[in-house]
């Protein structure tokens, strides 16, 4: 996995992974369950990448 700046992470083959999106994580990218202690609330879902795509490039 590479993430916007580069970094390269070497996981697994198959593994399943979690990433941090409250910024609270002392392992980031990756959340360690911070997000239970800072009562983040995301109730959103991510899109998968092709529906992350503006309507008009797909
Ligand atoms: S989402 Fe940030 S620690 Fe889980």
Redesign the pocket.
């Known amino acids: 996995m590479i993430d916007a700046d580069g970094n390269e992470y070497y996981l697994q083959e198959g593994a399943n992974v979690?990433l941090?999106?409250?910024?609270?994580?002392s392992t980031k990218p990756f959340?360690?369950?911070?997000?239970k202690a800072n009562a983040?609330d995301a109730p959103e879902r991510a899109l998968c990448p092709l529906d992350a795509q503006p309507a008009e490039t797909v």
Not at 20 to 25: D, I, V, Y
């Open positions: 979690a941090c999106r409250c910024g609270g994580s959340c360690d369950a911070t997000h983040f």
